[in-house]
């Protein structure tokens, strides 16, 4: 949980510097919601069933459909541009392998009502602005960008239906996950002729945008788009993160432009996060076609990789006082010094048992406490407590006054 609540923390600062704001949606969703026709990965794996009232609902695999209801139930009274981020628990049944979990947690952050290619420049800065906070750098990590409009331009040169475009992004999205041969095979499936095949596949090899402008020529929506990204990521000073592979086309078929995958350079680790446009994800809700863009970044692929490069925190729970009546009859009397240093913002355990004293110093350490409290009789009737310092170990007798006042000035 100190890890979770550090990693919800680094999201959350992320999105606050880019002045998103958070947003979140039920875990129990509607099934339709989700259930889409171009044979996505995803709708195999929903946790779905029917509820009480016959109506068929499934636990959220992912967080942009419950935006785009949200959106859609808000209507005109929502003003656009949005700028929304989300951290929601999402569940999928798969096989479980490192990184991947049936249930786990997603920061996602998404941009409505910005048509152009300045929404994903944004987007991938926060990304590149959550690595550095956390200690990665680019040598660690790459960002792999494309757009659907390079397949989409393939696919319209070797004359491919277009009701079969959703269809053939899921099926080239498994480039890297299985052969060349069983991705030729699927796509013949979906009625693409092998010529054809074998022309889409070898484009998408293409590594470089100036490959890319020669294939497709520079009137090219998709290469316009594309140079603008990376001129605009170089204004922001992170090109060096960025990497063009126009294999790149994720599984998700409501994708419409821009996609992108952060990727571990070692190649160990599945894909760290993915994102991209999704400009008619509304439409297909009935609503209106509304630019949008987005990404989803998960807890496990992430925790792999700081663990990978050791850079997970040490994390532990900090304790400012320990307070410890010596005497039962003094425990009152330590309620008091509790609330008191509680009160003024302190971390503070009250031991609750009668103990003894090498008990309680073995329990500070353990705890690492910074100082521990002692409430003794002779010194209470004085006025005073005594104080020790757990890492000088110096002690000293102070007044509670004394004591609460040098709380609140460590607490400023």
């Given at each position: 949980?100190?890890?979770r609540s550090?990693?919800?923390?680094q999201?959350?600062?992320?999105?606050?510097?880019?002045?998103?704001?958070?947003?979140?949606f039920?875990?129990?969703?509607?099934?339709?919601?989700?259930?889409?026709?171009?044979?996505?990965?995803?709708?195999?794996?929903?946790?779905?069933?029917?509820?009480?009232?016959?109506?068929?609902v499934?636990?959220?695999?992912?967080?942009?459909p419950?935006?785009?209801?949200l959106?859609?139930?808000?209507?005109?009274?929502?003003?656009?541009?949005?700028?929304?981020f989300?951290?929601?628990?999402?569940?999928?049944?798969?096989?479980?392998?490192?990184?991947?979990?049936?249930?786990?947690?997603?920061?996602?952050?998404?941009?409505?009502?910005?048509?152009?290619?300045?929404?994903?420049?944004?987007?991938?800065?926060?990304?590149?602005?959550?690595?550095?906070?956390v200690?990665?750098s680019s040598?660690?990590?790459?960002?792999?960008?494309?757009?659907?409009?390079?397949?989409?331009s393939?696919?319209e040169?070797?004359?491919?239906p277009?009701?079969?475009?959703?269809a053939?992004c899921?099926?080239?999205d498994?480039?890297?996950k299985i052969?060349?041969?069983?991705?030729?095979?699927?796509?013949?499936?979906?009625?693409?002729?092998?010529?054809?095949?074998?022309?889409?596949?070898?484009?998408?090899?293409?590594?470089?945008?100036?490959?890319?402008?020669?294939?497709?020529?520079?009137?090219s929506?998709?290469?316009?788009?594309?140079?603008q990204?990376?001129?605009l990521?170089?204004?922001?000073?992170?090109?060096?993160?960025?990497?063009?592979?126009?294999?790149?086309?994720?599984?998700?078929?409501?994708?419409?432009?821009?996609?992108?995958?952060?990727?571990?350079?070692?190649?160990?680790?599945?894909a760290?996060?993915?994102?991209?446009r999704?400009?008619?994800?509304l439409?297909?809700?009935?609503?209106?076609?509304?630019p949008?863009?987005?990404f989803?970044?998960?807890d496990?692929?992430?925790?792999?990789?700081l663990?990978?490069?050791?850079?997970?925190?040490?994390?532990?729970?900090?304790?400012?006082?320990?307070?410890?009546?010596?005497?039962?009859?003094?425990?009152?009397?330590?309620?008091?010094?509790?609330?008191?240093?509680?009160?003024?913002?302190?971390?503070?355990?009250?031991?609750?048992?009668?103990?003894?004293?090498?008990?309680?110093?073995?329990?500070?350490?353990?705890?690492?406490?910074?100082?521990?409290?002692?409430?003794?009789?002779?010194?209470?009737e004085r006025?005073?407590?005594?104080?020790?310092?757990?890492?000088?170990?110096?002690?000293?007798?102070?007044?509670?006054?004394?004591?609460?006042?040098?709380?609140?000035?460590?607490?400023?």
């Amino acid at each position: 949980m100190r890890l979770r609540s550090w990693l919800f923390q680094q999201f959350r600062e992320v999105s606050r510097l880019f002045a998103f704001e958070e947003v979140d949606f039920p875990v129990l969703e509607s099934e339709a919601l989700f259930v889409r026709k171009a044979g996505e990965e995803i709708t195999q794996q929903l946790y779905n069933f029917e509820d009480k009232g016959g109506r068929r609902v499934s636990l959220r695999p992912e967080l942009t459909p419950s935006l785009a209801r949200l959106v859609l139930q808000k209507g005109k009274a929502l003003p656009l541009p949005v700028k929304w981020f989300a951290i929601g628990q999402c569940w999928r049944y798969e096989r479980m392998t490192r990184g991947r979990r049936r249930e786990h947690y997603q920061w996602n952050m998404d941009i409505l009502g910005i048509p152009g290619v300045e929404a994903e420049v944004e987007l991938l800065s926060a990304i590149v602005t959550f690595f550095k906070k956390v200690g990665i750098s680019s040598n660690d990590v790459g960002i792999k960008i494309s757009s659907r409009k390079v397949l989409q331009s393939l696919l319209e040169r070797f004359e491919v239906p277009p009701g079969s475009f959703a269809a053939v992004c899921v099926v080239v999205d498994k480039v890297e996950k299985i052969t060349r041969k069983e991705v030729e095979e699927e796509l013949l499936k979906l009625g693409v002729l092998k010529d054809a095949a074998d022309g889409i596949l070898n484009a998408l090899s293409v590594r470089s945008l100036t490959e890319l402008e020669g294939l497709l020529g520079t009137e090219s929506e998709a290469v316009r788009d594309l140079k603008q990204l990376f001129s605009l990521a170089n204004g922001y000073g992170f090109a060096d993160w960025l990497v063009f592979d126009a294999s790149v086309v994720r599984g998700l078929a409501y994708y419409t432009g821009t996609v992108f995958e952060g990727f571990d350079k070692e190649g160990k680790l599945r894909a760290i996060c993915g994102g991209g446009r999704y400009d008619r994800l509304l439409s297909t809700f009935g609503g209106e076609d509304t630019p949008a863009c987005g990404f989803g970044f998960g807890d496990a692929v992430i925790v792999e990789l700081l663990k990978d490069r050791g850079l997970l925190p040490s994390l532990q729970q900090e304790i400012d006082f320990i307070v410890f009546p010596l005497e039962e009859v003094l425990r009152p009397q330590a309620g008091l010094v509790t609330t008191k240093l509680r009160e003024a913002g302190c971390v503070v355990e009250l031991i609750l048992e009668s103990k003894k004293m090498k008990w309680a110093f073995k329990h500070a350490e353990r705890l690492q406490a910074k100082q521990l409290v002692l409430l003794g009789s002779s010194e209470w009737e004085r006025g005073c407590v005594r104080v020790k310092n757990l890492s000088s170990r110096e002690e000293e007798d102070i007044s509670i006054d004394e004591l609460i006042t040098k709380a609140n000035t460590s607490k400023e």
